[in-house]
Nanobody, 120 residues
Framework: QVQLVESGGGLVQPGGSLRLSCAAS????????MHWYRQAPGKQRELVAA???????SYADSVKGRFTISRDNAKNTVYLQMNSLKPEDTAVYYC??????????????WGQGTQVTVSS
């Protein structure tokens, strides 16, 4: 089975920073794409940042210049550095990973989510 464990969420004041982590474990042969999504109350889940196996990144317009996605291949971990946080960034953040190995889904594997709250 594949497990994705997220951490780093919490309460932060506007203008502050947080770094989210998503560590993948299990019978993973390789990891290709790694994404971060978020879902605010009453809204649909949206793609925030994407990172391909080749290192290409893309971001939602709402977070460009403030968020950075990165990965540590040796640790099978993807990060989301979030700077200049705004109240509208408040949401549950989920990682999604495409991998090969036992338990890897062809449609991607989801983390359990971590709450980020931006408030004064």
């Amino acid at each position: 089975q594949v497990q994705l464990v997220e951490s780093g969420g919490g309460l932060v004041q506007p203008g502050g920073s947080l770094r989210l982590s998503c560590a993948a474990s299990g019978s993973i042969f390789s990891i290709s794409a790694m994404h971060w999504y978020r879902q605010a109350p009453g809204k649909q889940r949206e793609l925030v940042a994407a990172l391909t196996s080749g290192g290409s990144t893309s971001y939602a317009d709402s977070v460009k210049g403030r968020f950075t996605i990165s990965r540590d291949n040796a640790k099978n971990t993807v990060y989301l550095q979030m700077n200049s946080l705004k109240p509208e960034d408040t949401a549950v953040y989920y990682c999604k990973v495409w991998c090969s190995g036992n338990g890897c889904s062809t449609s991607g594997n989801w983390g359990q989510g971590t709450q980020v709250t931006v408030s004064s």
